[in-house]
């Protein structure tokens, strides 16, 4: 039920964004979206692997998952790297630490680490990439995995494309905009909140709170700067 109103909510983020104008508007809307959709990724990894340990057995399914969310990110003119701090993991057996990967996502499955199974999802990368010749290697206290570029030398100046989309809507948020977006925004919000469930309330609250402190922060910016011009 959760991952099926979820699923609504990403459909009507992208409905309204299609409808949006303003750039503040289109901002509070795609982090909304992103939120959505990052969601729904954890539950259907959450599911896998529980079915998956499930499968294995009795004992694998007693495990508590650990969703993980936290990893830095580099890159060569070949790979796109990407490290995952688990500490003890170089104790895992070998087959206990997998990937998963296709042209544009990975997921990361590490079993019974210290009693618990963990594992990462990172769907929508930003370009392609050659699942053969990707590969992991178990560190001391690390996962690191080498995503091989598709094309090689191609700059990726963030690792997905909702990443890649939050930055295009900030950095047009960041520029002047002479409409006045607050009564559509409220609207907008306001419909959604009223029909959402608690976690869409939850979300819509984050995302306009957020927003509102953003504009706040703004504000006392230009303050300060007018102080500096007496």
């Not at 303003?22 to 795609?30: D, E, F, H, I």
């Not at 392609?128 to 010749?133: L, N, R, T």
């Not at 607050?182 to 979300?203: F, H, P, R, W």
């Amino acid at each position: 039920m959760a991952l099926e109103q979820l699923k609504s909510d990403v459909a009507e983020f992208a409905a309204l964004l299609a409808e949006a104008k303003s750039a503040r508007v289109k901002g509070v809307l795609t982090a909304g979206k992103a939120e959505a959709e990052r969601e729904i990724v954890n539950l259907e990894i959450k599911a896998r692997l529980a079915a998956e340990r499930a499968s294995a057995g009795t004992g694998d399914a007693k495990r508590y998952l650990v969703e993980l969310t936290d990893y830095g990110w580099d890159q060569s003119p070949k790979f796109v790297k990407l490290f995952i701090t688990l500490n003890g993991v170089q104790g895992c057996q070998e087959e206990n630490v997998t990937v998963n990967y296709t042209e544009n996502s990975l997921q990361l499955h590490v079993r019974d680490l210290s009693g618990k199974d963990y594992g990462l999802s990172v769907n929508n990368l930003l370009h392609a990439i050659d699942v053969e010749k990707s590969y992991r290697k178990i560190k001391t206290d690390m996962v690191a995995i080498y995503l091989k570029k598709a094309n090689e030398g191609e700059n990726w100046d963030v690792l997905t494309s909702i990443q890649k989309r939050l930055k295009q809507k900030q950095d047009s948020d960041m520029a002047k905009d002479t409409e006045n977006p607050e009564s559509a925004l409220v609207n907008i919000m306001k419909k959604m909140y009223n029909d959402g469930d608690s976690k869409t309330k939850q979300m819509i609250a984050k995302a306009w709170t957020e927003s509102q402190e953003k504009a706040k922060f703004g504000k006392e910016l230009g303050g300060m700067d007018s102080l500096g011009d007496v």
